[in-house]
Nanobody
Framework: QVQLVESGGGLVQAGGSLRLSCAAS????????MGWFRQAPGKEREFVAA????????YYTDSVLGRFTISRDNARNMVYLQMNSLKPEDTAVYYC?????????????????WGQGTQVTVSS
């Protein structure tokens, strides 16, 4: 089992920045990719970014490419999502997820472990 706890969400004006953090505990000795997903009100959960176990491979959905950066610190069991140039359409609950393998994935079904989510609200 892997437990995940997100933090860092909040209210920010358009154009601003936030840094989300995800702390992992439990089976942290295993090698697993990590991902960030988000869900806006009335919409399905969508993929945002993913990073491989080594951190050498990352992938982003087109809408955040160039604005968001995913990173990880395996020594501290932490994953981060730096969000810059935020837009009102980025408003959502953001979830951290741990994958079932070391390679990154974009399908939520490939992530068996999820955090409780953190709210990000971007005002115009």
């Amino acid at each position: 089992q892997v437990q995940l706890v997100e933090s860092g969400g909040g209210l920010v004006q358009a154009g601003g920045s936030l840094r989300l953090s995800c702390a992992a505990s439990g089976r942290t000795g295993s090698s697993y990719a990590m991902g960030w997903f988000r869900q806006a009100p009335g919409k399905e959960r969508e993929f945002v970014a993913a990073i491989s176990w080594s951190g050498r491979s990352t992938y982003y959905t087109d809408s955040v490419l160039g604005r968001f950066t995913i990173s990880r610190d395996n020594a501290r069991n932490m994953v981060y999502l730096q969000m810059n140039s935020l837009k009102p359409e980025d408003t959502a609950v953001y979830y951290c997820a741990a994958g079932s393998s070391s390679a990154y994935a974009i399908n939520s079904h490939q992530y068996p472990y999820w955090g409780q989510g953190t709210q990000v609200t971007v005002s115009s």
